[in-house]
T-cell receptor
Framework: GDSVTQMEGPVTLSEEAFLTINCTYT??????LFWYVQYPGEGLQLLLK?????DKGSNKGFEATYRKETTSFHLEKGSVQVSDSAVYFC??????????FGTGTKLQVIP | NAGVMQNPRHLVRRRGQEARLRCSPM?????VYWYRQLPEEGLKFMVY????????ESGMPKERFSAEFPKEGPSILRIQQVVRGDSAAYFC?????????????FGPGTRLTVL
C-alpha cells in the first residue's frame, strides 16, 4: 500500500558535518513530496516541498530532489548546526487528501 | 494571519472521562485534518473534514472517537471514555480550498495524558 520509508535514527553528527536522511515512497500517480521538521515540544513545520518530478525543494540550507525513477526524496544539508537538532519527517500527499508520513528520523547535532 | 490554533495544549484525563480537543484553522482555510502521534512514532492520519462534512474518516477508531467541523466555530475531536492507550499528541492541520497541491499547516498540538 501507499507508504513512506525513511532511515531510522537517531542520527548523531558533529557540527558542520554533511547530512543525508534517506526517504523513499510508495504511491500511485504523481504525489507532492514534503519534508517536515518537529522541534522538541512543538508541532510540525514544513521545511521544503516538491510537487513534480525533478523539482528540487530547498530551505534553510536543506535540499531534496524529487526522483520519480527511484521514488526517492532524500534530505541533504552541507553543514549542520546544533540548532538543526530535531525530528525530520518525510511525507507525501496525492491532493486534497491526508498526508502520509514516515516514522521520523531524529537528528542530534553535537558541538 | 494567525496560524492554526489548538487548545488546550495539554490535557489530563482519568480513564473513563471525555476529552475534547479544539482546532481553529488558519483564516481562509476550509479543510481540517486531525493526526495522532504516539510516543516515538510518526503521525497517523485520523480524519479529514470540511465545513459541516466529514470527507475521510478512514483513520478514526471505530468506537469512542468522533470529529466535527461546524459551520461556525472550531473543529472538535472528541474522545469518549478515554483509556491509557489514547495518551498521545493530537495535531490538527488546515489547508486552503484552492491550490494545486495539498500543503497542510500544522498547529502546535494537544498532548493528552490519560491517568
Amino acid at each position: 500500500g501507499d507508504s513512506v520509508t525513511q532511515m531510522e535514527g537517531p542520527v548523531t553528527l558533529s557540527e558542520e558535518a554533511f547530512l543525508t536522511i534517506n526517504c523513499t515512497y510508495t504511491a500511485t500517480g504523481y504525489p507532492s513530496l514534503f519534508w517536515y521538521v518537529q522541534y522538541p515540544g512543538e508541532g510540525l513545520q514544513l521545511l521544503l516541498k516538491a510537487t513534480k518530478a525533478d523539482d528540487k525543494g530547498s530551505n534553510k540550507g536543506f535540499e531534496a530532489t524529487y526522483r520519480k525513477e527511484t521514488t526517492s526524496f532524500h534530505l541533504e544539508k552541507g553543514s549542520v548546526q546544533v540548532s538543526d537538532s530535531a525530528v525530520y519527517f518525510c511525507a507525501w500527499s496525492g491532493g486534497y487528501q491526508k498526508v502520509t508520513f514516515g516514522t521520523g528520523t531524529k537528528l542530534q547535532v553535537i558541538p | 494571519n494567525a496560524g492554526v490554533m489548538q487548545n488546550p495544549r495539554h490535557l489530563v484525563r482519568r480513564r473513563g472521562q471525555e476529552a475534547r480537543l479544539r482546532c481553529s484553522p488558519m483564516k481562509g482555510h476550509s479543510h481540517v485534518y486531525w493526526y495522532r502521534q504516539l510516543p516515538e512514532e510518526g503521525l497517523k492520519f485520523m480524519v479529514y473534514l470540511q465545513k459541516e462534512n466529514i470527507i475521510d474518516e478512514s483513520g478514526m477508531p471505530k468506537e469512542r472517537f468522533s470529529a466535527e467541523f461546524p459551520k461556525e466555530g472550531p473543529s472538535i475531536l472528541r474522545i469518549q471514555q478515554v483509556v491509557r492507550g489514547d495518551s498521545a499528541a493530537y495535531f490538527c492541520a488546515s489547508s486552503p480550498p484552492t491550490g494545486s497541491y495539498n500543503e497542510q499547516f500544522f498547529g502546535p498540538g494537544t498532548r493528552l495524558t490519560v491517568l
